[in-house]
């Protein structure tokens, strides 16, 4: 089974704060992604990466940045936390061989900002 | 208009009751499509894969209409256990970089005994 792995389920941070969540999948995924689920809104695409060291941006970018360094590790980062990126975040990895192979997901991280 | 549309529900059902949903799409070129389930406060889970020839998963089966772009999720003899939301996915770039799926917003189902 695969196994994606998110920090922390529940994290409390102030205002002004750089905050990481980090991310890490078991089965040697090319592909991962962060996610914000928020009520009303979705599933929406923050960032995603195809390979080490490759990123490209999603449909949401703004007020945050991403770190792979490893292939099994993808981190994202808040650079100066406000209230809006409260959320719920949703790390995914899925095989870039096959189009047809879906994605995963970790269990989430609910982040409040105070 | 969404690239993934989906009626958001919710849809409250008796036990053993038949219940679809479908999802639409915009983009004509995507070749991907899936079924995610996701309970109550947590992640997605793939519930099935939606291909050509349309699948069945015991109680699911899961269709694709390209002509009218669109995909269906039918749930026969619902369970309590089936209430959930429902996700549909739809792959953004075909063959592509990245396999980057957009989302329905999804549909909730709420089975009442």
């Known amino acids: 089974d695969v196994k994606v792995t998110q920090s922390s389920r529940y994290l409390v941070k102030r205002t002004g704060e750089k905050v990481f969540l980090e991310c890490v999948q078991d089965?040697?995924?090319?592909?991962m992604f962060w996610y914000r689920q928020d009520p009303g809104l979705g599933l929406r695409l923050i960032y995603f990466?195809?390979?080490?060291?490759?990123?490209e941006k999603g449909d949401i970018p703004e007020g945050y940045s991403v770190s792979r360094e490893k292939k099994e590790r993808f981190s994202l980062i808040l650079e100066s936390a406000s209230t809006n990126q409260t959320s719920m975040y949703l790390c995914a990895s899925s095989y870039v061989g096959d189009p047809n192979q879906p994605q995963h997901f970790g269990d989430g991280t609910r982040l409040s900002i105070l | 208009r969404k690239e993934v549309e989906q009626d958001p529900g919710p849809f409250n059902v008796p036990e053993g009751a038949t219940v679809a949903f479908n999802c639409t799409y915009s983009?004509?070129?995507?070749?991907?499509f899936f079924w995610y389930r996701q309970d109550c406060r947590k992640e997605p889970k793939l519930l099935m894969s939606?291909?050509?020839s349309g699948n069945e998963d015991g109680r699911f089966t899961a269709q694709l209409n390209r002509a009218s772009q669109y995909i269906s999720l039918l749930i026969r003899d619902s369970k309590l256990s089936d209430s959930a939301t429902y996700l549909c996915a739809v792959n953004k770039s075909p063959g592509g970089q990245g396999g980057k799926l957009i989302f329905g917003q999804g549909t909730e189902l709420s089975v009442k005994p």
């Open positions: 089965m040697d995924h090319e592909n």
């Open positions: 990466s195809y390979d080490v060291k490759m990123k």
């Open positions: 983009n004509s070129a995507s070749q991907s």
């Open positions: 939606v291909y050509s």
